[in-house]
């Protein structure tokens, strides 16, 4: 049974999950495997999006970001 008002997606970060997703999106090549496990995930779940965020906690994570 299915109801068409229903979205289910995934939701990845936040302020206790963003301690992981530095290093997932450090490098070209992290970024690349960080986003085929998300779409793999959409897509074994026919899930209807993604929310991806990454609360910044620190000001050395922010100037690291700055000068990347």
Do not use: P
């Not at 450090?26 to 496990?37: L, Q, S």
């Amino acid at each position: 049974m299915t109801c068409q008002r229903v979205r289910a997606i995934l939701s990845v970060g936040g302020w206790t999950g963003s301690q992981y997703f530095s290093s997932a999106v450090a490098t070209d090549a992290n970024r690349t495997v960080f986003a085929k496990a998300v779409m793999d995930v959409v897509s074994q779940y026919n899930l209807d999006g993604v929310e991806i965020e990454c609360a910044l906690n620190s000001i050395f994570h922010i100037s690291q970001l700055l000068t990347d």
